[in-house]
């Protein structure tokens, strides 16, 4: 079996693909940083892994969402104490 290396360039591209879809199907768009304020008309959620300051660390990620965009209907208010500046966040559920 051929092992295909990928430039750094690929790779980027490769996950920037990724994220488009995952927006796409998904209507998540991971931060890369937490934002000041949540804006207006979004929700911020994160996935089930316990919440780290920095997003990305262990696999902890962190999206903005429509709150009325049902495709991720998993999502609870969730009190885990991450990010209070933030007021309410959701989580998904498993
Ligand atoms: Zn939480």
């Known amino acids: 079996m051929a092992t295909r290396i990928l430039s750094a360039r690929e790779?980027?591209?490769?996950?920037q693909a990724i994220?488009?879809?995952?927006?796409?199907?998904?209507?998540?768009?991971?931060?890369?940083k937490l934002p000041a304020t949540i804006p207006p008309g979004k929700a911020l959620v994160h996935n089930n892994v316990r919440p780290t300051r920095q997003l990305g660390l262990r696999g902890f990620r962190a999206w903005l969402v429509d709150p009325d965009d049902d495709r991720q209907s998993r999502r609870?208010?969730?009190?885990?104490?991450?990010a209070p500046e933030l007021g309410k966040h959701y989580r998904l559920t498993r």
Not at 11 to 15: F, H, V
Not at 19 to 32: C, P, V
Request: proline share 0%; net charge neutral; with cysteine.
């Open 76 to 82: 609870v208010v969730c009190d885990c104490g991450w």
């Open 19 to 32: 994220k488009a879809r995952f927006k796409t199907t998904l209507g998540i768009e991971y931060l890369d």
């Open 11 to 15: 790779m980027k591209a490769e996950g």
